[in-house]
């Protein structure tokens, strides 16, 4: 079922950085790179250091792919897929992510890829 | 039981013997710089595993670097100094008798007696005794404060004489001489340089050179007397001693150096009737074998072809003949190369070949330029193609190139002068290192050649620290090093390799480049930076790099929205992420002080968040466990009780240690706590490329341990002493004395200049510690720029570290006092609850993060 989930105003994202919000029990980091006018989100689980923390990387691109470096341990991961851009085995769950009248909408039940 | 393990041993040692036929005994007497330099060329030869190996050791520590012996009065320990790792002979299975001296050698037996009562048999035997300062034999010689200067026992001695010392004089003007008579400037003595002939360094000099060299050296305060043959020491009138020379002139003096040249311990040879050469020194031939078919004589206490070599790299050469030799090998020692290139005093001097034009036919060119102090010569062949010597003094930068010349007998241009005169428009004076042919000796000290160099960056060594590590060249005296770099560049360059210094895919520019475009072009933003000079969005790299040369530079605060996407999370959220996504909090405390008051706030905040709290190697207290949003409550708390922000998340100032100083310690010499306090205050909030650490001692025995920060500074009598660029951490390096006897506002301009300087010009992520052992010139060209001002910056450097004392906010204060910057200390956008990630469990009273397993066994219960 495709299910768009309110999870904050646009206000309380950080413009090219990012938060993270808690969207019906996932923790889900919300990135925003206003220059691209893009939003991305992918889950906030680190699976390199097994703490929360992926909202609070920093973010950029590698060779155009928007990606968010881990605050931990500095593993690279895309924004768009998911993957881990140092060890294609690894990816974290990324979702769709919209904005609806100035809230930013989470579906937690379709990936990016998918949508797109 | 006694008696069996008695037969145990000597079983086992008869079995050795039996197993063993072939093997050699090798016996060494005299571990200094040859003899250690031998041993290590033996271990690393396949013939190692037939010789047993003994050394005699006359010294209480193994072999150390004579070389830079008068560096341990003003930066090295005896321990640094050391040429021998401390398990070399553990792992070589070499026997060393420290501290015993070798008497008498019996050919007939072959073995050695040691003042100890060893007695040691050999097969054979190598020499390597060294040689002893002269002392002249006049009366009064050995009177109490007249020392030679050549080992660490004889610098300890001088230390200690000097501390009821006003005056000292250093006998011999020659290269030794006048490293004494720094080093006794340096103890604060009023120093005199007596030379019994007419000229300094006369052995390497002529009169020019040694002229002009004698006006320099008078500059910096020092008497340089001349033609001056001592024939009595006696008491003296306002000194301890009063030196009586032929003349009839007088100096009264409390120390006195002996550095007179050197004389070769050959006693022990001449002894057991060796050949001693005229003019003293063991008789060697091209082997290095003495009359003796199995006795070797190597370093300074050899006389080959009636010449003693007074420099290390001849030295190491006799070394590695012999254990080719003894491996059967053909390699000879035919003489060496002494030319030197030094700096007395700080006066550049060098010296090359035959200065003194002695070969027949030999044309000579000289430049003298008064007003800057600088004499040239050339000593060239009567066809004026061939460079045969030369001197240089004040400017010695021609060295490298005049060597080259000169060992390889590259023919000259055709105006010889060139190479010496201020540059000539119309010709190159610089010779290419690709002129020079693969045998080209690079590195004297340890036989390195352009081959080698080039083979060793075809191997995929492209920088100096790799070429280094593989060839050895530039480790020994260091003076390859600017050559090295040359055929290193040079080689680079011809294969085609270059050298990659952008920062990340985004800029193609080193962190410098982007220094300067944002101090030029005057760049407030990341955004303004990249779309003008950059491509893409941006990575953790760049971001963080031009993150911190915006703070360093314009010193806004770090959370404004243009920055705060810069900032790694721990500037990001004032506070270092620990392992399991909490937070340290860490408040200042100036100098380590904190008062009663103080400390219980401290200790009342933690506990009402429940934090765990640990003293740093710092001097402050840390509390960990805070969640991202108790930080902003905890800091509250902290800036109401009188702290801020310690700034230990960012690539800035962390701390200023101290030692307790005068104030408190009967040994103190100043106020060391004050002068922390201070420099903390100063420097505090200061963002560089990586974190500083700087510490203050009240007296030298160093309880701030000082000389291990990138800033240390220690109180002596005179005033305070500067070291820099020292580290702890991964690659610990001791930091260099920078300046001494410092006034307190000296200091402080100093420091300033440094830092800026530092900020401006190092690596992404560099300490001060590896950007001073990348930088050229090293700390002489720090010294030019911070205090002779050879850039003419020291104005910026100034005015720019002004900016950022003026412009200084405690980061935690703006950020409570502004509801926006809030928002970002919570862990859910749109919840109020925790991470349940964060679990701790209790460890010795306080908190710690519960472990992998430990969750595991929590949820299983909690399900
Ligand atoms: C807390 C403390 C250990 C302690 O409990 O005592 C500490 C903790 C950390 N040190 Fe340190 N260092 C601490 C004193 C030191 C010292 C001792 C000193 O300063 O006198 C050194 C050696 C001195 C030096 O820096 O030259 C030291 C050398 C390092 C290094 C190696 C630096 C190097 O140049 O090799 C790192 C790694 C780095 O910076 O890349 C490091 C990195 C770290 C980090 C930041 C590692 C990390 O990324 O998580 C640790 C986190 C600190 C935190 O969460 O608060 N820490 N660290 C000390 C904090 C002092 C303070 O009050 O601010
Ligand atoms: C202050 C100073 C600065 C110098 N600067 C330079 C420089 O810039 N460049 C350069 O090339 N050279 C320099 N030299 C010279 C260099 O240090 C020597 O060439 C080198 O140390 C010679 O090595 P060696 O092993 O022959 O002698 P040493 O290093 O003197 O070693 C001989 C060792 O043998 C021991 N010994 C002697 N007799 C006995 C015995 N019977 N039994 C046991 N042990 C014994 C001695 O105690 C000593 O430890 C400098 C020397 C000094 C003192
Ligand atoms: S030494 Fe290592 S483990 Fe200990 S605090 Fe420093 S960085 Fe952390
Ligand atoms: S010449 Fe001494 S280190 Fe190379």
């Known amino acids: 079922m495709n299910q768009w989930i309110d999870a904050c105003s646009i206000d309380d994202l950080q413009a090219n950085s990012g938060v993270c919000a808690l969207v ?93 | 039981m006694l008696y069996a393990i008695i037969t145990v041993i000597f079983r086992i040692s008869s079995l050795k013997e039996e197993y063993m036929s072939n093997q050699q005994n090798l016996l060494v007497i005299g571990n200094g710089m040859v003899g250690q330099n031998f041993l290590v060329s033996l271990m690393a030869s396949d013939i190692k595993e037939h010789c047993d190996v003994i050394t005699f050791c006359e010294e209480p520590i193994p072999a150390y670097d004579r070389v830079h012996l008068s560096e341990y009065f003003s930066s090295k320990s005896a321990n640094e100094l050391s040429l021998v790792s401390p398990d070399f002979f553990n792992e070589n299975d070499i026997t060393i008798h420290i501290g015993d001296k070798a008497i008498a050698i019996d050919r007939n037996n072959k073995t050695v007696t040691s003042a100890n009562g060893a007695v040691i048999a050999y097969d054979k035997l190598i020499l390597a005794t060294g040689s002893r300062a002269f002392v002249p034999p006049i009366s009064g010689h050995d009177r109490e404060g007249c020392i030679a200067y050549r080992t660490i026992a ?28 720094k080093a006794l400037q340096n103890l604060g003595l009023e120093t005199n340089v007596v030379q019994f002939g007419p000229r300094l360094m006369s052995a390497q000099l002529d009169d020019g050179g040694a002229g002009l060299l004698k006006s320099k050296i008078e500059d910096l305060g020092v008497t340089v007397l001349t033609n001056k043959n001592t024939i009595k020491i006696i008491d003296g009138d306002s000194c301890r001693h009063k030196m009586i020379f032929a003349d009839g002139t007088e100096l009264e003096t409390d120390m006195i150096i002996y550095s007179a040249g050197i004389r070769p311990r050959d006693e022990i040879a001449a002894s057991c009737g060796l050949d001693i050469a005229g003019r003293g020194g ?6 290095c074998l003495t009359s003796d078919k199995d006795i070797y004589a190597i370093g300074e206490c050899a006389s080959w072809n009636d010449k003693i070599f007074g420099l290390v790299a001849p030295g190491y050469a006799m070394a590695r003949t012999v254990v080719d030799h003894l491996a059967g090998g053909a390699e000879e020692f035919t003489g060496a190369d002494m030319s030197t290139k030094l700096k007395l005093n700080g006066v550049d001097v060098a010296s090359i070949g035959d200065p003194h034009a002695s070969t027949p036919g030999s044309l000579v060119y000289s430049y003298q330029n008064g007003v800057d102090g600088v004499y040239k010569c050339l000593v060239v062949s009567q066809d004026n193609k061939q460079l045969l010597g030369a001197v240089l003094v004040g400017d010695a930068s021609g060295y490298p190139t005049l060597t080259q010349y000169y060992l390889n007998g590259i023919e000259l241009p055709q105006h010889p002068d060139s190479l010496i005169l201020p540059s000539r428009s119309d010709e190159s004076v610089g010779l290419g290192s690709d002129a020079l042919p693969a045998s080209a000796q690079i590195c004297s000290c340890y036989d390195v050649s352009k081959g080698d160099v080039c083979s060793a960056v075809e191997m995929g060594c492209t920088t100096i620290g790799a070429l280094k590590d593989e060839t050895k060249a530039a480790t020994g005296c260091g003076g390859c090093a600017a050559l090295l770099k040359s055929v290193l560049d040079c080689e680079l360059e011809k294969a085609g390799i270059e050298v990659n210094t952008d920062i990340c895919e985004h800029f193609p520019y080193t962190r410098q480049d982007l220094y300067n475009l944002i101090m030029v072009e005057e760049i407030k933003t990341f955004h303004d930076l990249i779309s003008k000079h950059g491509a893409g969005k941006g990575c953790e790299i760049c971001k963080q790099v031009v993150g911190s040369i915006l703070a360093s530079y314009w010193n806004e605060y770090v959370l404004e929205s243009e920055h705060v996407g810069l900032q790694d999370t721990n500037d990001t959220f004032l506070a270092n992420m620990q392992k399991d996504g909490t937070y340290s909090v860490v408040p200042r405390m100036t100098g380590g002080e904190v008062t009663p008051e103080g400390l219980i706030s401290i200790g009342q905040i933690a506990k009402k968040y429940g934090l765990y709290t640990k003293v740093t190697g710092g001097q402050r207290v840390d509390l960990f466990g805070a969640r991202v949003d108790q930080l ?28 307790v100083g005068s104030t408190w ?21 200061l963002r560089a490329p990586h974190k500083i650490k700087f510490a203050v001692s009240g007296c030298t025995r160093e309880c701030a341990e000082a000389q291990s920060k990138d800033i240390g500074v220690i109180a002596v009598e005179g005033g305070w002493n500067l070291y820099v660029c020292g580290n702890g951490g991964m690659k610990p390096r001791h930091g260099d004395l920078f300046a001494t006897n410092l006034d307190k506002q000296t200091l402080i301009k100093y420091i300033d200049r440094i830092l800026i300087f530092y900020v401006r010009t190092a690596d992404r992520l560099q300490r001060t510690s590896v950007w001073m052992e990348n930088m050229e010139g090293g700390l ?8 002779d001002d050879k850039l003419g910056v020291c104005d910026q450097l100034e005015a720019q570290i002004q900016h950022v004392v003026n412009s200084y906010q405690c980061e935690w204060k703006t950020t409570i006092g502004d509801e926006t910057k809030l928002k970002r200390f919570r862990h859910f956008v749109n919840s109020d609850k925790h991470d349940e990630n964060i679990i701790f469990v209790e460890e010795r009273g306080q908190i710690r993060p519960a472990n992998l397993e430990e969750r595991e066994l929590l949820a299983a219960e909690n399900a």
């Open chain 1, 24 to 116: 019906e029990n996932q923790q889900v980091a919300i990135f925003y790179m206003p220059d691209d006018n893009a939003v991305y989100a992918i889950n906030n689980y680190d699976p390199f250091s097994h703490i929360n923390a992926l909202s609070r990387g920093l973010i950029g691109d590698i060779k155009g792919e928007p990606m968010v470096a881990s605050p931990i341990y500095k593993q690279h991961f895309s924004l768009k897929t998911g993957r881990c851009l140092e060890d294609e085995n690894i990816r974290v769950e990324t979702y769709a992510i919209r904005i609806n009248n100035a809230r930013v909408e989470i579906n937690t039940n379709i990936t990016i890829e998918e949508a797109a």
């Open chain 2, 154 to 181: 004889d610098l300890d001695n001088m230390i200690a004489a000097a501390k009821d010392s006003k005056v000292g004089a250093v006998v011999g003007g020659g290269l030794l001489g006048l490293e004494a008579a």
């Open chain 2, 282 to 287: 063991i008789v060697i031939d091209n082997q």
């Open chain 2, 632 to 659: 902003p409550l905890i800091w509250q708390e902290l800036i109401a009780a009188g702290f801020e922000s310690g700034h230990a998340y960012g690539k800035s100032l962390r701390t200023v240690k101290s030692c």
């Open chain 2, 665 to 685: 310690c009967r040994f103190g010499v100043d106020d060391s706590v004050g002068l922390a306090v201070e420099l903390e205050n100063r420097f505090k909030g």
């Open chain 2, 780 to 787: 002489d060209y720090l010294k030019s720029v911070v205090i």
